[in-house]
């Protein structure tokens, strides 16, 4: 119980640390939302994003691929959920309470959003080491690869290639 309890309280920590980070702009370039999917740890950075949620009601569309969850309604707005893991090709993120959604902030599409596993924190991309190319294309959809410290392996999320796949724009079967 206390490690749920401490769970969610770091949870909204980086959750009110991000959303003031974003108001004032005072998040630099090199930050990246940490968040982990299915079993990869992958960066976000800020200005692909609009905000971070826990995981909302939703409501299931008929004759969709298995990654696309369905809508939900926040404050007011239809957003498109699908589950970044399957989208990627790993096994479809199993559903549990450290689960959010990011909303997406694109030119492209409006009101998409993609679930995660579990959010992992804030991560400076100048601290780590950048990787071979070839390590960035072992995962779909990113479009670098990055070592921390710790020897951990991460992976950049590209919003843009993701917004221009013909699969993710038109889910239907």
Not at 42 to 55: F, G, H, K, Q, R
Not at 147 to 156: A, C, L, Q, S, V
Request: no cysteine; hydrophobic share 45%; proline share 5%.
């Amino acid at each position: 119980m206390a490690k749920s309890a401490n769970l969610r309280q770091f949870q909204e920590a980086i959750l009110l640390k991000l959303k003031d980070a974003t108001a004032h702009g005072a998040v630099a370039s090199s930050s990246r939302l940490g968040v982990m999917v299915a079993n990869k740890r992958m960066l976000i950075n800020l200005a692909d994003m609009t905000e971070l949620l826990p995981m909302p009601p939703l409501q299931a569309v008929p004759l969709t691929q298995p990654w696309f969850l369905g809508v939900a309604n926040i404050r007011g707005n239809l957003y498109n959920i699908s589950d970044l893991a399957q989208l990627m090709g790993l096994p479809p993120t199993p559903k549990s309470a450290s689960n959010r959604i990011v909303l997406l902030n694109s030119e492209v599409t409006t009101q998409a959003a993609l679930v995660v596993g579990s959010l992992i924190g804030l991560r400076g991309v100048d601290s780590m080491q950048v990787k071979k190319a070839a390590a960035a294309g072992e995962v779909l959809f990113s479009k670098q690869a990055f070592e921390d410290t710790d020897k951990n392996e991460w992976f950049e999320l590209d919003i843009e290639a993701l917004m221009q796949d013909k699969n993710f724009i038109q889910p239907t079967i």
